[in-house]
């Protein structure tokens, strides 16, 4: 890639779309986690089928090919759960586990078991509450101071290795602020294009907003 100057202007005001970007450039562990988590949009619905008895309440969260194998898997939890007791979470447990364990395989993502319930990343508790409140201007805040940081951080890290060069005057000076631009424009990069993908690239996951 041809190394060229960067104009250090001010920090201007970040468009809505880059400001819906930020969960999806940040390291996809923290949605993966939410997904494997006890208390999150599997494991729920889950819970709520055995309860109910209605298989239907989390088939949408598996692919169309692995409606057979979590339905078998129901009916075996169903029967087992009826025993009671300790019988009756491991039932539960079991049928978590499965439902988790086959969203993540159709998103081609590795699963490692149910974790424990945990505390959800700001931006992501916010978009559940959206979910709720139909209002999005509780993400919009926190997305926004999200980017907002990111932006700023690695600006004024290149700002402080440009000067740390000016000082040395060595190669290792030299190199330190190429790769603080490198990785300023790489962030903006990433935001803008997780911004600007098709809404519909998006929603392919079972659950529309959990793409990891």
Do not use: W
Not at 37 to 56: H, I, K, Y
Not at 75 to 89: C, I, L, M
Not at 145 to 156: A, I, K, M
């Amino acid at each position: 890639m041809q190394r060229r100057s960067i104009s250090l202007l001010s920090i201007r005001p970040l468009s809505r779309a880059a400001r819906a970007a930020t969960a999806l450039v940040r390291p996809p562990r923290i949605a993966s986690a939410h997904c494997d988590s006890a208390n999150g949009p599997v494991a729920g619905p889950a819970q709520a089928a055995l309860e109910s008895g209605d298989v239907r309440l989390v088939l949408p969260f598996v692919k169309p090919a692995q409606e057979a194998e979590l339905s078998a898997a129901f009916e075996q939890a169903r029967e087992v759960r009826t025993a009671g007791g300790k019988a009756r979470e491991l039932a539960d447990r079991y049928f978590a586990e499965t439902a988790v364990r086959l969203h993540r395989q159709g998103e081609h993502a590795s699963y490692t078991g149910l974790q424990e319930e945990g505390a959800l990343a700001p931006a992501l508790a916010a978009a559940e509450r959206a979910l709720e409140s139909g209002s999005l201007a509780e993400v919009l805040q926190q997305l926004d101071r999200e980017v907002r940081h990111g932006v700023e951080d690695r600006y004024h890290a290149v700002l402080a290795a440009r000067q740390a060069e000016a000082r040395a005057k060595t190669v290792e000076g030299a190199r330190a602020r190429v790769d603080a631009e490198f990785t300023f424009e790489k962030f903006v990069l990433g935001i803008s294009e997780a911004a600007t993908a098709a809404v519909h690239a998006e929603a392919e996951p079972a659950v529309a907003g959990h793409s990891h």
